[in-house]
C-alpha cells in the first residue's frame, strides 16, 4: 500500500527557513514524480514544486526560495524553504503518481492519486 507521511511544519517568522520531509512506503517509487502542494484556508491547492528522474520545477512563487530534493536510496522527499513569506502558509502536502514526464511538469493536483496526510506551515508577519 502506498503510504506518504509528511513532517517539519511549523510557525515561524517571516524571513525564516523550514526543512519539509516526505516519507514514502509501501511501493518502490523510482520512476515516480513526486511533488509538494500547498493550500491555503479557502484557496485551492496549488502545485508547489516537483521532482521526476532527477529534474525539478518549480512554481514561480516560491523559485530560487524552495528546493526539492529526493533520496532515492530512502525513498524520502523533502522541501527546503528558505526566505520564507506569510503568504507561503498553508498546509502542505506530498504526492505521488507514477505518470509520464509531461503530466508531471504540469504540476496539477488532479494528476495525482497519491497523497499524504499534510504538514502544517505558517508563516508570521
Known amino acids: 500500500k502506498v503510504q506518504l507521511v509528511e513532517s517539519g511544519g511549523d510557525s515561524v517568522q517571516a524571513g525564516g527557513s523550514l526543512n519539509l520531509s516526505c516519507q514514502a512506503s509501501?511501493?518502490?517509487?523510482?520512476?515516480?514524480?513526486m511533488a509538494w502542494f500547498r493550500q491555503a484556508p479557502g484557496k485551492e491547492r496549488e502545485g508547489v514544486a516537483r521532482?521526476?528522474?532527477?529534474?525539478?520545477m518549480y512554481a514561480d512563487s516560491v523559485k530560487d526560495r524552495f528546493t526539492i530534493f529526493r533520496d532515492n536510496a530512502k525513498d524520502l522527499l523533502s522541501l527546503q524553504m528558505n526566505s520564507l513569506k506569510p503568504e507561503d502558509t498553508g498546509m502542505y502536502y506530498c504526492?505521488?503518481?507514477?505518470?509520464?514526464?509531461?503530466?508531471?511538469?504540469?504540476?496539477?493536483?488532479?494528476?495525482?492519486?497519491?497523497w499524504g496526510p499534510g504538514t502544517q506551515v505558517t508563516v508570521a508577519s
Open positions: 504526492a505521488a503518481e507514477w505518470t509520464p514526464s509531461w503530466r508531471c511538469g504540469r504540476l496539477k493536483s488532479r494528476d495525482f492519486e497519491y
Open positions: 509501501g511501493a518502490s517509487y523510482s520512476g515516480s514524480c
Open positions: 521532482i521526476y528522474d532527477g529534474v525539478t
